[in-house]
């Protein structure tokens, strides 16, 4: 049996009713089909912001899951793919090596990276991301 809708659904499923009606009525799309968060903005009268920050936690999975990362679980998925044949304690000195840590949530343990961590992987991929600007920009002259 489906489960209540709360108020903020029942207003988001009314704005996207009144957004295909008004495409009906237009005998066609009203924003071209290729400007997806656009049109998911419009039909449900967000900010642009706000779809593209949603895309991006269900590309990197983080709204489907609600799974904490424990060592059992991330040493099951990683030999399930192949992709780490070790043991248990082996992943562990590897992830601190790596510069992960363990943080306690609820009374559970997870995995987090510590900030000094981050800081480098975004400074790296700002970088990296300079980087093939400058190759496209290249390759275009």
Request: glycine share 4%; aromatic share 4%.
């Amino acid at each position: 049996m489906p489960k209540p809708l709360s108020r903020a659904s029942k207003e988001l499923v009314a704005s996207l009713i009144r957004y295909f009606e008004k495409e009906k009525d237009a005998g066609g799309p009203l924003l071209p089909l290729t400007a997806v968060r656009e049109r998911i903005a419009t039909a449900l009268n967000l900010n642009i912001s706000t779809v593209s920050t949603i895309s991006k936690a269900v590309k990197n999975n983080e709204v489907l899951s609600k799974q904490n990362i424990t060592l059992k679980t991330l040493h099951q998925k990683l030999k399930d793919r192949m992709l780490f044949s070790g043991c248990q304690s082996s992943l562990h000195t590897l992830l601190k090596e790596l510069g992960f840590k363990w943080q306690k949530d609820n009374p559970r343990r997870g995995l987090m990276e510590l900030p000094d961590i981050v800081l480098r992987e975004r400074q790296h991929r700002e970088i990296m991301m300079s980087d093939k600007r400058y190759d496209v920009q290249r390759l275009i002259r």
